[in-house]
């Protein structure tokens, strides 16, 4: 789709520029990105260092001959372009149905800024709008039972998230399982982020709050719409 490219060349020509040290996202959006990337480094000679965010992610960066490096080597990160399940008003973030929160938010929390591509069924006012799922949450296997009794007690409803082509539970990329954690009302998400990372056997959610910078979202009717997230109280002391 042209909207498809469209949002994909905005955000990557606007934000990617000569030695940037890139954090590459998952899912089925950032193949886009990473295509368009390979189009300018071998017509523009663009020099760029990618960190991949999963096992799809650094595949992606091989294939297309990009410059492959990890956090040990590159610590520190100009920008990180992902995805999203879905984004609300401020930018708040679920991110987690391709099971790769853990990494994505390792790698985003390295960058100095966050990217996200994304179309109008993942733009919303309020989270819970447009996803259904819940809140990706990776957990400790042996944990995932006292886990899930203590997201009910947050006013959560948890459920293992079992894998489609194996028998048995999705199993991450790093060896743990997915709590989809559906919700029914709108909640601080900030709060509720503390109060899941403090809960024992809980490794990362797939809440980001606070972390995305801009977002780029394909319209229906084929216009690309650049949102920034609103200035925080943060934001404003350090102006």
């Known amino acids: 789709k042209q909207w498809y490219q469209r949002r994909v060349r905005g955000a990557v020509q606007e934000n990617v520029k000569e030695g940037c040290r890139l954090g590459v996202g998952s899912g089925s959006t950032v193949v886009y990105?990473?295509?368009?990337?390979?189009?300018?480094v071998k017509t523009t000679g663009l020099r760029v260092t990618c960190v991949p965010t999963s096992f799809q992610a650094r595949n992606l960066i091989v294939d297309a001959g990009l410059e492959l490096s990890d956090l040990s080597r590159t610590p520190v990160l100009d920008l990180?372009?992902?995805?999203?399940d879905e984004c609300d008003a401020n930018l708040t973030l679920i991110?987690?149905?391709?099971?790769?929160?853990?990494?994505?938010?390792?790698?985003?929390?390295?960058?100095?800024?966050?990217?996200v591509i994304a179309d109008y069924r993942k733009k919303s006012a309020q989270l819970g709008q447009q996803w259904d799922k819940g809140i990706p949450?990776?957990?400790?296997?042996?944990?995932?039972?006292?886990?899930?009794?203590?997201?009910?007690?947050?006013?959560?409803?948890?459920?293992?998230?079992m894998a489609a082509k194996k028998a048995g539970p999705v199993v991450?990329?790093?060896?743990n399982f997915v709590l989809d954690a559906k919700f029914s009302a709108p909640h601080n998400w900030d709060l509720l982020e503390t109060k899941l990372c403090r809960t024992p056997g809980v490794v990362e959610t797939g809440l980001f709050v606070g972390m995305a910078d801009t977002a780029y979202f394909g319209m229906e009717d084929g216009s690309v719409e650049v949102t920034h997230r609103p200035p925080t109280v943060q934001d404003l002391s350090r102006s």
Do not use: S, W, Y
């Open 172 to 175: 991450t990329d790093n060896g």
């Open 95 to 115: 991110k987690g149905g391709g099971a790769c929160q853990l990494q994505e938010k390792v790698v985003a929390a390295a960058a100095r800024r966050m990217v």
């Open 33 to 40: 990105a990473v295509k368009h990337l390979e189009t300018l």
């Open 80 to 84: 990180v372009i992902d995805g999203a």
């Open 137 to 161: 949450i990776e957990v400790v296997p042996m944990a995932f039972v006292p886990v899930i009794n203590k997201l009910r007690e947050f006013g959560l409803d948890p459920v293992l998230r």
